[in-house]
T-cell receptor, first 115, second 109 residues
Framework: DTGVSQDPRHKITKRGQNVTFRCDPISEHNRLYWYRQTLGQGPEFLTYFQNEAQLEKSRLLSDRFSAERPKGSFSTLEIQRTEQGDSAMYLC?????????????FGPGTRLTVT | SQKIEQNSEALNIQEGKTATLTCNYTNYSPAYLQWYRQDPGRGPVFLLLIRENEKEKRKERLKVTFDTTLKQSLFHITASQPADSATYLCAAGGGKLIFGQGTELSVKP
């Protein structure tokens, strides 16, 4: 399967714990995005990378969230000191940015539940 | 702030009819609008992208329009089938995407 993969698919954690999610994009894609989605809403942008550079981070994102993309391949999203409001589906997407193509390919998501 | 709005009410139609979904944007002039399909518990799947200088785009039974005067995009599924039942998301942008809340479509046999 050459699509975007995410790990884990589900995570249950207690409030105050740290969690880390991993995303493996489509191998030739140079952009990688993180979104968060809650029930009944569309995905909300968190951050994105072009190769290994983090180019934008949402102003809504607290300092408890950090993302990395070492060597421009896989990416990790860490949430420190989780809160119940962090419960959501975390989606990763990748794309190959050319002059014409900007569609994004999404992974299956990681569902986070904070108890 | 930039806003993308879709009909939040579910759309129920009969098999074989054309489904039309609406996407409106405010405080924004996107160069691209994109439409995605999302099934429960899964990530969105790309369907179509339309540029601001394109009035209409088609792909098989799908058609998208982009009206920069009305600040609106319409998404049509012709000859709808029960397998088309899903949530359809409108998104603005070419890189970072701003999504609407999605419209749930249910096609009854």
């Amino acid at each position: 399967d050459t699509g975007v993969s995410q790990d884990p698919r589900h995570k249950i954690t207690k409030r105050g714990q740290n969690v880390t999610f991993r995303c493996d994009p489509i191998s030739e894609h140079n952009r990688l995005y993180w979104y968060r989605q809650t029930l009944g809403q569309g995905p909300e942008f968190l951050t994105y990378f072009q190769n290994e550079a983090q180019l934008e981070k949402s102003r809504l994102l607290s300092d408890r969230f950090s993302a990395e993309r070492p060597k421009g391949s896989f990416s990790t999203l860490e949430i420190q000191r989780t809160e119940q409001g962090d419960s959501a589906m975390y989606l990763c997407a990748s794309s190959l940015v050319t002059a014409r193509a900007h569609e994004q390919y999404f992974g299956p998501g990681t569902r986070l539940t904070v108890t | 702030s930039q806003k993308i709005e879709q009909n939040s009410e579910a759309l129920n139609i009969q098999e074989g009819k054309t489904a039309t979904l609406t996407c409106n944007y405010t405080n924004y002039s996107p160069a691209y609008l994109q439409w995605y399909r999302q099934d429960p518990g899964r990530g969105p799947v790309f369907l179509l992208l339309i540029r601001e200088n394109e009035k209409e785009k088609r792909k098989e039974r799908l058609k998208v329009t982009f009206d920069t005067t009305l600040k609106q995009s319409l998404f049509h599924i012709t000859a709808s089938q029960p397998a088309d039942s899903a949530t359809y998301l409108c998104a603005a942008g070419g890189g970072k995407l701003i999504f609407g809340q999605g419209t749930e479509l249910s096609v009854k046999p």
